[in-house]
């Protein structure tokens, strides 16, 4: 089930709600569980064993490491822990990357392996970073171990983070699977972030998402220079939206629930540099990443090689967690690369020029980058980065950028606008900042925007969600 | 001193303020909670009494029911998918929130709708389908071969061109679509000189400013249909043609295939009939399948339909066989898709038979029909973008193995 | 506590074994199978007695079932050279499992409409029909109608 969905919106939220605030305190967990579990098995009833598994199996883990770890049997501990990190990760590798592996297996072997390509469980690269980041804690006694089998349930299924992020590590909401209030204010404050959410994955992404899909469908010689870029920034735009806005849809449904959730995107395309970039965009997933595998490696306090390696083991992980594939490693790769040119060698260049400057910078390679995101492997993706730069035949402009260009300039415009943060504070200062307060045109721009969104949802012959492959 | 003090007062002035933004927001919040959850009840209860509909006039499908709850469909996850259909489809004034959707996406700027170009002047024109190679170099093959089999019959081929590259002026401004020249030459060379292709795209772009092309339906008109068909019967010799007709309008009111895939309902349609002013030819037109037999190719019930280009024959069938009371020692083998339909209205007189072969739902022996029925003429009537997509005319013209 | 401390490595383990037997059933049914037609269809002949049996073309694929073979990624069809009898052999690997309802509706039809012409008079063969064996497995179905049907089915799911 997704969000963007009409019968999410219209029957599950509801019904959940209903049921929610009508039990005690004592069952709120227990109604989340349940229905997050519902929630999980909609898509692919099948994985509900995997995820029941999870659950249990960390569990289990947690206890028997706190156990050992406070007898000070370390021995066993550590053995507990890494069978438990070997788990988590066997299972994602399998499903995630067994294909992958096969595929590339058959392509050196001369005979070939028969296999079965296994459709990926929804959100299992989510939620196993979930459990893996309490299993850790547990095992470096960061946090208390969990004993109530609900309130674990109820941390690594959460239906509002499950499918794609934020990534929540357990530290954070401890203290609020045990005790947490939701009033009405915050309700509201729920209900705001999570219709923001809403129309930036309806109205801008999924629009500006059927540019990037007619024009990637486009013959290669009817792909001109400037309609490429067209294409490659409407997919700049649309993963922005529709990743942050799903993020923002689950922040506001946790808030809903009385649960806080890191915010995981901050005006990322406004960034000056790669490195700042990269301090915006999934900061769920990135510090998820400097805190288990960065830090422990040792950071930058360690020799320039070895930092050198530390960050290109963390960039290749990066990407090959987005998805099996060469071009996702590469993706990966590419920013270890920036990123480590920038801190050599860049750094003081990048200081002295003017802001602007340092932007169209920043954008040029992110945009390069979603290159190898989008295109379904390499030799595509270096196709269309000819196209991009005038090798490929299409000329420099024709009447298919003219179209394109004429059908998209509007919301490209509130694309950008929409980027930086802007309008938001402006709409935020009138609304509140004024003598007097403008309380209805706050509500007539929230409610505006779920009836045209609720539009797109009913017509939705047209709503793919793109965060559901990694 | 003073300074101090006009700096805590800076201070506590910007604390007051922050107070009084988080109290207005923490206000506003408040209202669009209880605003956000009344709206969900009554979408609740508005969806709960709304009756469900059965089938979508707009839309022209069948509407999705509640479906039926077993282990096997919940454990495959159909029950599922079939319940979020049947939520969407049966939501509350679904035709006016996808009517809303629609002049969004105009408002933004755009020219397509499902796949359907919103064009000038009220016209909707397909986005032409990638062509399907395999196949159709399969049916070029196949075609090129039937006529070989059957080298004392005259095989004619004739793709109409569709309304995107004949109304090129009416397509929004640089929207990209197939050049159908190109495919037409490719198609050509490909079936060979054993065929006698007829190219329809000069006759039809000589009157490419009159109403040749439905707005709200992938067909040509009748009258478009017309001025194809003095081509053919040039080509085709079928000697001195009837020039003067008496036309029918028999609906004005004609909303399309392309009006329910786009959801945009502005324009209407008319539909003619065309006979002969010279007086009519009498016939029997026989359905194969259904035993049925009339003495019309129209079927003017059609007219109370949503579609109203069934007018032609009520639709699309596997075989069609119309006898003439006529003299004339010519007897024609049509394979066909819809555009033909109303182009029999012109072929009528020039024929003693007419069989009309759908290859999408016709599985019989083609050789048989040109042997029992004394076929004199062959012609392959389609449109070309379905022409190009079609992966059925490969398989009915097979020779049959024999057993 | 030790007791406790045992129990849960028990769990543990029991469950590392149900994952492990999980995981070896999705392995075994319902996912995307890349065997070619060809070679399952093969094999499927050859696990039983093919007698009167022998492929049959795209058109009588029509014919018999009403589907056009070309909407999916493969068919294959035998059918008896005689009326009379009524085995019969289907296999289509589809382009994507939406089409399993298409296909299954057409062998529902089909079957009803042989039960229907040899009910009465023809209790082997209507014997026959209602022992067939249907079987969806993710992108491949088979639907076979002969004595040997089981056997058929096991070549089947071995050779995706």
């Known amino acids: 089930m997704i969000f963007s969905s009409v019968f999410f919106i219209f029957v599950f939220l509801p019904i959940v709600l209903l049921v929610y605030f009508l039990v005690p305190r004592k069952l709120k967990n227990l109604v989340i569980l349940l229905f997050s579990l519902v929630f999980y098995a909609w898509g692919e009833p099948v994985y509900i064993v995997l995820m029941l598994f999870s659950i249990l199996y960390n569990y289990v883990a947690g206890i028997e490491i706190d156990y050992h770890r406070s007898r000070g049997m370390d021995g066993r501990a550590r053995f507990t822990f890494w069978m438990a990190v070997a788990v988590n990760l066997g299972i994602l590798g399998f499903f995630k990357y067994y294909g992958f592996l096969l595929e590339n297996l058959n392509a050196i072997l001369p005979a070939e392996i028969p296999f079965r390509a296994l459709s990926l469980p929804i959100g299992i690269s989510f939620y196993t970073f979930q459990t893996l980041s309490y299993v850790i804690d547990v095992y470096l006694d960061k946090v208390e171990v969990q004993r109530n089998i609900i309130s674990f349930g109820t941390y690594i299924s959460m239906f509002p983070q499950l499918i794609a992020g934020p990534i929540v590590r357990y530290a954070d909401v401890e203290a609020q699977l045990k005790n947490r209030r939701v009033t009405l204010a915050r309700f509201g404050d729920g209900t705001a972030w999570f219709l923001r959410g809403l129309g930036k994955k309806v109205l801008l992404a999924n629009n500006i998402g059927m540019a990037y899909d007619a024009i990637a469908a486009l013959p290669s010689g009817q792909l001109s220079v400037l309609t490429a870029w067209i294409g490659c920034a409407a997919y700049t735009f649309q993963i922005y939206f529709d990743f942050s806005g799903y993020s923002d849809m689950a922040i506001g449904l946790g808030k809903m629930f009385g649960f806080e959730f890191m915010k995981n995107f901050q005006y990322p395309y406004?960034?000056?540099?790669?490195?700042?970039?990269?301090?915006?965009?999934?900061?769920?997933?990135?510090?998820?990443?400097?805190?288990?595998?960065?830090?422990?490696?040792?950071?930058?306090?360690?020799?320039?090689?070895?930092?050198?390696?530390?960050?290109?083991?963390?960039?290749?992980?990066?990407?090959?967690?987005?998805?099996?594939?060469?071009?996702?490693?590469?993706?990966?790769?590419?920013?270890?690369?920036?990123?480590?040119?920038?801190?050599?060698?860049?750094?003081?260049?990048?200081?002295?020029?003017?802001?602007?400057?340092?932007?169209?910078?920043?954008?040029?390679?992110?945009m390069i980058g979603w290159v190898f995101f989008f295109s379904p492997g390499m030799g595509s993706a270096l196709r269309y980065l000819g196209a991009m730069f005038g090798i490929g035949g299409g000329g420099f402009l024709n009447g298919t950028t003219v179209y394109y260009f004429r059908n998209y300039f509007l919301l490209f415009i509130v694309l950008i606008l929409c980027s930086g943060s802007y309008i938001y504070k402006k709409f935020l200062q009138i609304s509140f900042g004024g003598k007097r307060e403008h309380k209805v045109l706050v509500l007539t721009a929230y409610l505006l925007i779920f009836l045209l969104s609720a539009a797109y949802l009913v017509n939705a012959t047209y709503n793919p969600f793109l965060y559901f492959r990694f | 001193?003073?300074?101090?003090?006009?700096?805590?007062?800076?201070?506590?002035?910007?604390?007051?303020?922050?107070?009084?933004?988080?109290?207005?927001?923490?206000?506003?919040?408040?209202?669009?909670?209880?605003?956000?959850?009344?709206?969900?009840?009554?979408?609740?209860?508005?969806?709960?009494?709304?009756?469900?509909?059965?089938?979508?006039?707009?839309?022209?499908?069948?509407?999705?029911?509640?479906?039926?709850?077993?282990?096997?469909?919940?454990?495959?996850?159909?029950?599922?998918?079939?319940?979020?259909?049947?939520?969407?489809?049966?939501?509350?004034?679904?035709?006016?929130?996808?009517?809303?959707?629609?002049?969004?996406?105009?408002?933004?700027?755009?020219?397509?709708?499902?796949?359907?170009?919103?064009?000038?002047?009220?016209?909707?024109?397909?986005?032409?389908?990638?062509?399907?190679?395999?196949?159709?170099?399969?049916?070029?093959?196949?075609?090129?071969?039937?006529?070989?089999?059957?080298?004392?019959v005259p095989v004619y081929v004739s793709l109409a061109p569709n309304a995107f590259s004949i109304l090129k002026e009416k397509l929004p401004e640089g929207a990209p679509v197939r050049d159908q020249a190109a495919d037409i030459a490719d198609i050509r060379t490909a079936l060979g000189d054993g065929i006698r292709y007829i190219d329809l795209t000069d006759a039809l772009r000589e009157h490419h400013e009159e109403y040749i092309y439905y707005k709200t339906d992938h067909h040509w008109t009748s009258l478009g249909a017309r001025y194809a068909f003095s081509r053919l019967a040039e080509d085709m010799e079928l000697g001195e043609t009837e020039t003067d007709y008496t036309v029918y309008t028999v609906a004005d009111d004609f909303q399309g295939t392309l009006a329910s895939q786009s959801g945009y309902h502005k324009s209407r349609d008319t539909v003619q009939i065309y006979e002969p002013a010279g007086g009519e030819t009498d016939y029997i037109v026989l359905y194969a399948e259904e035993g049925k037999k009339t003495t019309s190719i129209y079927d003017s019930a059609s007219l109370e339909e949503k579609d109203k280009y069934t007018v032609f024959f009520g639709g699309n069938h596997s075989r069609v066989d119309i006898n003439t009371t006529g003299t004339q020692d010519r007897n024609l083998l049509l394979f066909k898709d819809s555009y033909a339909n109303c182009m029999v209205q012109f072929l009528l007189p020039y024929f003693q038979n007419i069989i009309m072969v759908d290859p999408r739902y016709f599985y019989d022996n083609v050789d048989n029909i040109m042997e029992s029925q004394g076929i004199t003429d062959v012609l392959f009537l389609y449109n070309l973008n379905t022409f190009v997509c079609d992966n059925s005319i490969a398989d009915v013209l097979a020779e049959e193995e024999s057993t | 506590m030790e007791q406790l401390k045992k129990g849960i490595i028990a769990v543990k383990y029991i469950l590392l074994v149900l994952l492990l037997i999980f995981i070896a059933s999705l392995l075994s049914s319902g996912s995307i199978s890349r065997a070619s037609i060809e070679q399952v269809s093969e094999n499927v002949a050859r696990s039983l007695e093919m007698g009167s049996l022998s492929p049959a073309d795209n058109r009588m694929v029509k014919r018999l079932y009403g589907i056009n073979a070309n909407d999916y990624e493969g068919v294959s069809l035998y059918v008896s050279d005689s009326n009379m009898k009524v085995e019969e052999i289907l296999i289509v690997r589809l382009r994507d499992t939406e089409q399993s309802k298409d296909v299954e509706a057409a062998v529902q039809k089909r079957l009803d409409r042989q039960l229907e012409s040899f009910e009465g008079y023809g209790p082997e063969q209507c014997r026959l029909l209602e022992d067939h064996i249907l079987d969806v497995q993710g992108n491949y179905i088979l639907y076979v109608v002969h004595k040997d049907a089981k056997a058929a089915d096991k070549a089947f799911q071995k050779s995706l």
């Open chain 1, 270 to 366: 406004t960034s000056a540099s790669i490195t700042e970039f990269w301090r915006r965009w999934h900061i769920s997933l990135g510090s998820w990443f400097r805190e288990y595998v960065y830090i422990p490696l040792g950071g930058n306090r360690v020799s320039t090689a070895k930092h050198i390696r530390n960050i290109m083991v963390v960039w290749m992980l990066t990407g090959l967690w987005h998805g099996a594939a060469w071009n996702f490693i590469f993706w990966g790769l590419y920013y270890g690369v920036l990123l480590l040119i920038e801190k050599y060698a860049l750094k003081n260049i990048l200081d002295r020029l003017p802001a602007f400057v340092c932007r169209i910078y920043t954008m040029f390679f992110v």
């Open chain 2, 1 to 152: 001193m003073a300074t101090r003090r006009e700096n805590q007062e800076k201070i506590d002035r910007r604390t007051m303020r922050r107070r009084l933004l988080a109290r207005r927001r923490a206000e506003a919040c408040r209202w669009l909670a209880g605003i956000f959850v009344l709206l969900l009840a009554a979408a609740g209860i508005l969806n709960i009494v709304t009756k469900d509909r059965e089938f979508s006039d707009s839309e022209n499908r069948m509407l999705a029911a509640f479906p039926e709850f077993t282990w096997e469909s919940v454990k495959s996850g159909k029950y599922m998918s079939e319940f979020e259909s049947y939520v969407a489809d049966q939501f509350f004034l679904r035709d006016q929130w996808i009517t809303l959707k629609l002049y969004e996406d105009i408002l933004l700027g755009k020219r397509e709708s499902n796949g359907v170009y919103l064009g000038k002047d009220g016209y909707l024109m397909e986005v032409p389908d990638e062509p399907d190679q395999e196949n159709l170099r399969k049916n070029l093959s196949s075609m090129a071969a039937f006529a070989e089999r059957h080298p004392e």
